[in-house]
Structures are given as C-alpha cells and as structure tokens.
C-alpha cells in the first residue's frame, strides 16, 4: 500500500484481503462521505462494500450483496454509528433514474454513500466531493485498488 498525495494504492490477492481493507475504510470514515466505485465485472466492488459496511457498524453487514436489481440496499447502524446505502447504478439508464433514487436524502453526517458503476452516474455526482474507488484486475484473484479524493483522517487510518 502506498499514499502519494490524494491516493491511496492496496493490491489485495483474495476477497478476504479486499474485504479486510474495506473493514479499515469503514472503521475511519467520520459520516458524510460518498464514495463512488468503478472497474470491471468480478473486480471486487461488492467485496469492499461488505468490508466497508462491516466497519461502519451496519447491522447485517455480513448479508451485503449486490442491490443490482432493487438499485439500493440500506444498513441502518444500530446504537449511532454510521447508516450505509448501498447504490448498484448498473441498470440506471437515465440520471432521472438516478434522481428518483433519493440520493440527496441518503447524504447527512450519520451516512455513507456506497455507489458501485458510479461512472455511469458521473454526471450526477457532479456537485459532490467524492471518494473514488478504482478496481483493475491484476490476476485471476489479484486487485489493484486505488482510492483518490481520500480525506486526511481514512488516509492517516489505514497506512
């Protein structure tokens, strides 16, 4: 893992590892934040969500899947840590769409924004201060994963 900057590079050789990295995301983020996920099929997005859910206290983080066909999944947090709503913007095909998600409702300082294929919703996301997640494939369970717009404190957490 290295951090040059706004970037944080983690090569993971399992979806344990994926997972485990996505946990000590979770663990840092303060609320408030978006993180938006792109790369290809099978890259392990879900992977760190689950990781990420499991850190930020998410009651049932242990049963995230992909919401590829409700669109959204939500975690409540039980006892005041983070609320997580999972956005799977695959089969969004319009930004209409998108809107009609609520994702202005999802963003306050006790939630975080997971959107996987965040790329297909670009435009919409726009506005927002992001954290960007990319996912290449660099073997048959080997990942590059790189995280840019990163603040300082999910940063500093996992060095």
Known sequence: MSDTGQVIEFVSNSPE?????????????????????????????????????????ASQAARVSSPTFVIVNEYIAPRGRLDVYHIDAYRIETLAEFEMLGFDEMCYPESVVLIEWADKVARALGHTEQIRVVFEHAGPLRRKIALRGAPSYLRDAIR
């Open 17 to 57: 590892e994926t997972i485990a990295f996505g946990r000590q995301i979770g663990e840092a983020l303060a609320g408030g934040e978006i993180i938006g996920l792109v790369g290809p099929l099978g890259s392990g997005k879900t992977h760190l969500i689950k990781g990420i859910a499991a850190g930020a206290g």
